[in-house]
């Protein structure tokens, strides 16, 4: 995947996940409406019960 990233001009694989998380972590939406999928997951973290 690496070279493949660097072959479209999106960098070494860290670099192109710390803009991933940058933009994620910035972002003025609520990133977990973004798929499906991950607001399921929001769902099921917030419903896992809290370890002491």
Request: glycine share 8%; no cysteine; hydrophobic share 45%.
């Amino acid at each position: 995947m690496g070279s493949d990233l660097m072959q479209m001009g999106l960098g070494e694989p860290g670099q192109f996940l710390a803009r991933i998380l940058s933009r994620l972590e910035t972002s003025p939406e609520p990133v977990w409406e973004w798929l499906a999928e991950w607001q399921s997951l929001r769902e099921a973290i917030a419903q896992f019960p809290a370890l002491s």
